[in-house]
C-alpha cells in the first residue's frame, strides 16, 4: 500500500510541476501579445472640428418626431 500511494504522490506532484509550467508559458504569451497590441495602438487623440452638437439647437426635427426642440 505505502508503494501505491509513493508511485501517486510522484505522479501528482509531476503532474502539478507540469500544470505551473503550463501556466507560466500562457501567461507570458498573454504578455507579449498584449504589450505588442499596446505598441501597435494608436494613442493619439482625434482632434475633433466643427461646432458642439449639444450646445447647437437643432435647425429642424425630423419627420415623425413627438419632441420639437425651438430654435
Given amino acids: 500500500m505505502k508503494y501505491a500511494i509513493a508511485i501517486a504522490d510522484r505522479a501528482a506532484l509531476g503532474s502539478l510541476k507540469l500544470l505551473v509550467a503550463l501556466n507560466v508559458l500562457f501567461f507570458l504569451s498573454f504578455l507579449v501579445i498584449a504589450l505588442l497590441a499596446a505598441g501597435r495602438m494608436q494613442t493619439e487623440i482625434p482632434v475633433r472640428t466643427g461646432a458642439n452638437t449639444l450646445s447647437v439647437p437643432q435647425t ?3 419627420a415623425g418626431s413627438a ?5
Fill in 60 to 62: 429642424h426635427a425630423p
Fill in 67 to 71: 419632441i420639437t426642440i425651438a430654435g
